[in-house]
T-cell receptor, first 111, second 115 residues
Framework: EPEVTQTPSHQVTQMGQEVILRCVPISNHLYFYWYRQILGQKVEFLVSFYNNEISEKSEIFDDQFSVERPDGSNFTLKIRSTKLEDSAMYFC?????????FGPGTRLTVL | GENVEQHPSTLSVQEGDSAVIKCTYS??????FPWYKQELGKRPQLIID?????GEKKDQRIAVTLNKTAKHFSLHITETQPEDSAVYFCAAPSSPGAGSYQLTFGKGTKLSVIP
């Protein structure tokens, strides 16, 4: 069964550094999402992407964040200047329509 | 936007007993309600979902019920087993009808099944 994949599984970075989190959505899916989960808390929506553009974004998704689909398979989340409070698990998800499947996540630790 | 409330936050049951987790939502236009199971350090895994054109859906030991009038939906797990121990999240569309499908999640229920 196809699955969403993400790399890296764990990223450690210094405050102020840029990070890029990578995702490969399920191949026939049209909608892509990034969510984050701070340890012990609920999953929070960041951004959705459809037809090569952002369709919705939350208030968390400020100017420090950007997303890109650089080729036909990858979907990336970039954080330009990381802050301590960006430490969280970042999940990519994809869907044909409303049913979303999540990747295994990237644990981002900002020191 | 959508607001999803989930109860209880923790639930302990004896193996073999049933577990029920309840969620309410605020936007009457919402029409899709998934449930995810998340084991420690793992991805949220879709276990069952329901759409607003049905009131109940069942898959083996798991069932979901939906009451659109009251704007609540519930997850029922029967004959619980230790491997059911996990955090369960309900969700609803953040912007129903807007042509995008992002979800608003509840705060989660930590289910512990005691052998």
């Amino acid at each position: 069964e196809p699955e969403v994949t993400q790399t890296p599984s764990h990223q450690v970075t210094q405050m102020g550094q840029e990070v890029i989190l990578r995702c490969v959505p399920i191949s026939n899916h049209l909608y892509f999402y990034w969510y984050r989960q701070i340890l012990g808390q609920k999953v929070e929506f960041l951004v959705s992407f459809y037809n090569n553009e952002i369709s919705e974004k939350s208030e968390i998704f400020d100017d420090q964040f950007s997303v890109e689909r650089p080729d036909g398979s990858n979907f990336t989340l970039k954080i330009r200047s990381t802050k301590l409070e960006d430490s969280a698990m970042y999940f990519c998800a994809s869907s044909e329509l409303d049913t979303q499947y999540f990747g295994p996540g990237t644990r981002l630790t900002v020191l | 936007g959508e607001n999803v409330e989930q109860h209880p936050s923790t639930l302990s049951v004896q193996e073999g007993d049933s577990a029920v987790i309840k969620c309410t939502y605020s936007d009457s236009a919402s029409n899709y309600f998934p449930w995810y199971k998340q084991e420690l350090g793992k991805r949220p895994q879709l276990i069952i979902d329901i759409r607003s054109n049905v009131g109940e859906k069942k898959d083996q030991r798991i069932a979901v019920t939906l009451n659109k009038t009251a704007k609540h939906f519930s997850l029922h797990i029967t004959e619980t087993q230790p491997e059911d121990s996990a955090v369960y999240f309900c969700a609803a569309p953040s912007s129903p009808g807007a042509g995008s499908y992002q979800l608003t999640f509840g705060k989660g229920t930590k289910l512990s099944v005691i052998p």
